[in-house]
């Protein structure tokens, strides 16, 4: 069964940092596609980051490049989402979302708040 657990969200300062993990089981990470997502209320979940399974190539969305960085560690079957220098605009909660080869589905983990204030 694939499960998805996201941790590492809370309250942090504009300009602050955050890293968000996401602890696979199930399935292996570094064989598939993994993803952080974000969503905030009224508003359509949006792709934030993704490290693909051949070479770890890795995307970003235009609003976090250059601040967040997505990485996974194989001997943890993680991944993690580094976020610097964050915005009030960041304000969301975080998604981790893996696609299987082998099922075609999609896994969505139960998401981490995070909150950017003063």
């Known amino acids: 069964q694939v499960q998805l657990v996201e941790s590492g969200g809370g309250l942090v300062q504009p300009g602050g940092s955050l890293r968000l993990s996401c602890a696979a089981s199930?399935?292996?990470?570094?064989?598939?596609?993994m993803s952080w997502y974000r969503q905030t209320p009224g508003k359509e979940r949006e792709l934030v980051a993704v490290i693909n399974s051949v070479g770890g190539i890795t995307n970003y969305a235009g609003s976090v490049k250059d601040r967040f960085t997505i990485s996974r560690d194989n001997g943890k079957n993680s991944v993690f989402l580094q976020m610097n220098n964050l915005e009030p605009e960041d304000t969301a909660v975080y998604y981790c979302k893996a696609y299987d080869y082998g099922s075609r589905r999609d896994y969505w983990g139960q998401g981490t708040q995070v909150t950017v204030s003063s």
């Open positions: 199930g399935f292996t990470v570094s064989h598939n596609i």
